[in-house]
Protein backbone atom coordinates (compact mmCIF):
# COMPACT_ATOMS: atom_id res chain seq x y z
CA UNK A 1 0.00 0.00 0.00
CA UNK A 2 1.15 3.41 -0.89
CA UNK A 3 2.95 4.94 2.44
CA UNK A 4 3.34 1.72 4.42
CA UNK A 5 6.77 0.43 4.87
CA UNK A 6 7.74 -2.64 7.28
CA UNK A 7 11.38 -3.54 9.00
CA UNK A 8 12.82 -6.46 10.57
CA UNK A 9 13.97 -6.00 14.25
CA UNK A 10 16.16 -8.44 15.99
CA UNK A 11 18.23 -7.96 18.97
CA UNK A 12 21.02 -10.76 19.99
CA UNK A 13 20.56 -10.05 23.46
CA UNK A 14 16.82 -11.04 23.73
CA UNK A 15 13.16 -9.67 23.37
CA UNK A 16 13.59 -8.13 27.48
CA UNK A 17 16.59 -6.17 26.42
CA UNK A 18 14.69 -4.61 23.44
CA UNK A 19 12.01 -3.93 25.48
CA UNK A 20 13.49 -2.67 28.17
CA UNK A 21 16.25 -0.47 25.53
CA UNK A 22 12.51 0.87 23.63
CA UNK A 23 11.42 1.72 27.33
CA UNK A 24 14.64 4.08 27.90
CA UNK A 25 14.96 5.40 24.63
CA UNK A 26 11.23 6.64 24.68
CA UNK A 27 11.79 7.86 28.46
CA UNK A 28 14.92 10.32 26.83
CA UNK A 29 12.82 11.53 24.17
CA UNK A 30 9.75 12.24 26.37
CA UNK A 31 11.72 13.77 29.11
CA UNK A 32 14.99 14.37 27.58
CA UNK A 33 16.09 18.18 26.67
CA UNK A 34 14.87 18.05 23.05
CA UNK A 35 11.15 17.55 24.67
CA UNK A 36 8.75 20.73 24.11
CA UNK A 37 6.03 21.66 26.94
CA UNK A 38 2.91 20.42 25.96
CA UNK A 39 2.08 16.93 25.74
CA UNK A 40 4.73 14.32 24.09
CA UNK A 41 4.47 10.91 23.16
CA UNK A 42 7.68 8.86 22.80
CA UNK A 43 6.91 7.27 19.36
CA UNK A 44 6.47 10.52 17.53
CA UNK A 45 9.73 11.56 16.80
CA UNK A 46 10.69 14.00 14.94
CA UNK A 47 14.29 12.98 13.78
CA UNK A 48 13.16 9.31 12.54
CA UNK A 49 17.12 8.39 11.10
CA UNK A 50 18.68 9.29 14.84
CA UNK A 51 16.31 6.95 16.58
CA UNK A 52 16.86 3.85 14.31
CA UNK A 53 20.96 5.26 14.52
CA UNK A 54 20.63 4.46 18.48
CA UNK A 55 18.88 1.53 18.42
CA UNK A 56 21.94 0.05 16.15
CA UNK A 57 24.17 1.37 18.49
CA UNK A 58 22.98 -0.97 21.08
CA UNK A 59 23.45 -3.72 18.31
CA UNK A 60 19.79 -4.13 17.48
CA UNK A 61 19.57 -4.80 14.19
CA UNK A 62 17.30 -3.25 11.44
CA UNK A 63 16.15 -4.88 8.15
CA UNK A 64 13.95 -3.17 5.94
CA UNK A 65 11.39 -5.37 3.35
Request: glycine share 14%.
Amino acid sequence: AKGSHSMTITDPAGQAHLTALGGYLGLQRVLGREAGAGVMFSESTPDVAAALAQLQSHNVSLQAG
